[in-house]
């Protein structure tokens, strides 16, 4: 899977003659299925750079090859119809219908009407639209987030090998923001399209980056790798401080809940006697315990106190569980379930909510410190 | 994902909408007056010579060629025009054309009229290219407006799907500029039947020779039924824009 899709070669881009290149002998690989994010300062040039690629900017010098073909002098119309490209301002054509935007390309190349009415239907469910609701409205009838889907749609809609996405998800509030980042992952693992991905936003970059591409000025790459590598070991200054302070944070978002060790707690299985849980505890020397139903579901956490003040049944006392984890879960999650748990923990279950272990702050820690860059 | 049941009324545009209904209704009422002048008014011989059928019939239709003709001139000069000078490249040409027919709208109507006049001499010719001339601003001026106001995304979005520049002209520029220009044009018919009054100076006929000879001859009912002629003709035409503005505009919009 490491083939390289798209190769821009030593591009040059010059605006204005005499004024610095906005592009500056420029080299990029982009490997077929990967999601590669150029991020950087505003005006570094990763607008221009992913125009270059579609060729909606032509490059003052260097080529650009679209998998081993060199593109930079082929019809640029033909070339654009085979890349799919989605704007920050989402651009939806006012005067057409949700269904007509989708449908722009396919009529370009000379669909049959059943099959773009069928690939329209398709889309919209894709980005999970209702068509019946959806297809005859016109853009305005949307709102931003709707607004975002249909651009993300038209650009998929002739089924583009290569897509080209510049902010795409930029003016949008942050829980839609979340919500259509995560939407778009999710889409993205069956899709498998090769995609540039432009964003200043470096927590958007780790979250949907399978590399980065931290660009300066004049599009000069300052690093090229995976989100892990990049926050462990930043390759200079300027990379480091665009990180900002944040990256071994930052790193949670990457690692899943699976990635650490779990501890093992004492557990008692209800229905339990009052005498014969505190005995359980005591012989563990613990102070508390989990409680688990008959199926394995953690049910609270019980502690000696709370044990010997109340004469309540047992599985009313002691303290419910606030959040449980999932394997699947980020790191982040788990810190943030942690914090509100109230021994410090938060239990892990697994699909079918059976328990798995705990996840605490030592091992949480153990993992970054391990993690951290030495330097 | 939650659908959002957003109930999105029809836009319901004042402006647009208080013109389809208050035109007519203007034009209707002043053609009730006139209708009455006409019937109630005791005619003398002076006003009866002036205010023959036949020589109506013959004004007005003079007026309408001549609003319609010079308007028809406009349109087809000065929309392709205002697409020309909207392409890439060309922004010192537009600004050079903008502002030489800013001058030729600042002369009087009458002042252009007599200086084709020198030209070309007597006839409906002489009038309509003037007019034409006169009128040409506002609908290039909407054009370049007209093709100016769509958002920079949506073209970009277009030329990035893969549209070539015409497509991108005929299916996304020009649609969405059809309501300003065609806005443009409505002004430009009105001027030009309005100016088509003046036609009687260079021997063009039209309305505008009975509202002259009602006032050298002094007699007011002709002025009226002359210039009430004029303005419902203005406004049934208006009207008409206003029609086609209303269909023409694409939905969405
Ligand atoms: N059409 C243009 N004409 C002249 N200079 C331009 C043009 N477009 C961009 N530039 C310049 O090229 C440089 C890179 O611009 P670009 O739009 O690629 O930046 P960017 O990284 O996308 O920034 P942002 O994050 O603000 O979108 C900037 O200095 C900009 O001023
Ligand atoms: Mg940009």
Request: charged content about 20%; glycine content about 8%; overall charge neutral.
């Amino acid at each position: 899977m490491s083939e390289v899709l798209i190769r821009l070669d030593n591009i040059w881009k010059t605006y204005t003659p005499g004024e610095p290149a906005a592009v500056r002998n420029l080299y990029l690989e982009v490997m077929r299925g990967e999601v590669l994010v150029l991020v950087g300062p505003s005006g570094c040039g990763k607008s221009t750079t992913l125009r270059l690629i579609n060729r909606l900017i032509e490059p003052t010098n260097g080529k650009i090859f679209l998998d081993d073909e060199d593109v930079t002098s082929i019809n640029a119309s033909d070339l654009r119809r085979r890349i799919g490209y989605v704007i920050q301002q989402v651009g939806l054509f006012p005067h057409k219908t949700i269904a007509e935007n989708i449908a722009t390309v396919p009529k370009l190349l000379g669909w049959k009407k059943d099959e773009i009415e069928a690939r329209v239907d398709e889309m919209l469910e894709l980005v999970s639209m209702d068509p019946a609701t959806f297809k005859h409205r016109f853009p305005k009838e949307l709102s931003g987030g709707q607004a975002q889907r249909v651009g993300v749609a038209r650009a998929l809609a002739a089924n583009p090998d290569v897509l080209l996405m510049d902010e795409p998800f930029g003016a949008i509030d942050p829980i839609t923001r979340d919500k259509l980042q995560n939407e778009f992952l999710r889409l993205q693992q069956d899709l498998k399209k090769t995609i540039v991905f432009v964003t200043h936003d470096i927590d958007e970059a780790i979250k949907m980056g399978d590399r980065i591409a931290i660009l300066r000025d004049g599009s000069e790459i300052a690093q090229i790798d995976t989100p892990e590598n990049i926050l462990t070991d930043p390759a200079d200054e300027f990379v480091e401080s665009f990180l900002g302070s944040g990256a071994i944070l930052k790193g949670l978002t990457l690692k899943k809940v699976r990635d650490i060790e779990l501890q093992m707690v004492t557990t008692l299985k209800a229905p339990v006697l009052r005498d014969q849980a505190l005995k359980t505890i005591s012989d563990n020397n613990d102070s508390f315990a989990l409680l688990l139903d008959a199926d394995d579901q953690p049910l609270r956490w019980l502690d000696e106190r709370a044990l010997n003040r109340t004469n309540q049944p047992i599985e009313k006392s002691g303290r419910p569980i606030a959040v449980q984890l999932q394997p699947e879960d980020t790191l982040q999650d788990a810190l943030s379930s942690m914090l509100q748990s109230s021994v410090g923990m938060s239990v892990v279950v697994d699909r079918q909510g059976k328990y798995l272990g705990c996840c605490t702050i030592e091992s949480l820690a153990k993992l970054l410190v391990h993690e951290s860059p030495t330097k | 994902m939650t659908l959002v049941n957003k109930t999105t009324k029809p836009q319901f545009s004042y402006a647009g909408n208080l013109n389809l209904i208050v035109t007519p209704v203007f034009a209707f009422l002043l053609t009730l007056l006139a209708v009455a002048v006409w019937n109630y008014s005791v005619f003398d011989q002076t006003t009866e010579s002036i205010l023959q059928p036949t020589l109506l019939r013959t004004q007005l239709w003079q007026t309408i060629v001549i609003g319609i003709a010079s308007s028809l001139i406009v349109i087809a000069v000065a929309v392709p025009l205002g697409i020309t000078i909207t392409r890439r490249g060309w922004p010192r040409l537009k600004n050079f054309l903008v502002d030489t027919l800013g001058l030729a709208q600042a002369l009087p109507a009458y002042g252009l009229i007599v200086i084709f006049y020198t030209f070309l001499g007597t006839g409906m010719r002489t009038v309509i290219y003037a007019l034409a001339l006169f009128s040409l601003l506002p609908v290039l001026r909407n054009t370049i407006v007209g093709l100016e106001q769509v958002d920079k995304s949506v073209i970009d979005a277009g030329r990035g799907m893969g549209y070539t520049n015409l497509q991108v002209l005929l299916k996304i520029e020009l649609p969405l500029a059809v309501p300003i220009i065609i806005a443009g044009i409505r002004t430009a018919v009105v001027i030009n039947v309005g100016m088509a009054a003046l036609a009687f100076l260079v021997g063009a006929g039209g309305l505008g020779e009975t509202i002259n000879s009602g006032l050298k001859l002094n007699r007011p009912t002709a002025i009226f039924i002359g210039a009430s002629m004029v303005a419902i003709l203005a406004l049934v035409l208006d009207f008409l824009g206003a029609l086609a503005e209303k269909y023409l505009k694409p939905k969405g919009i």
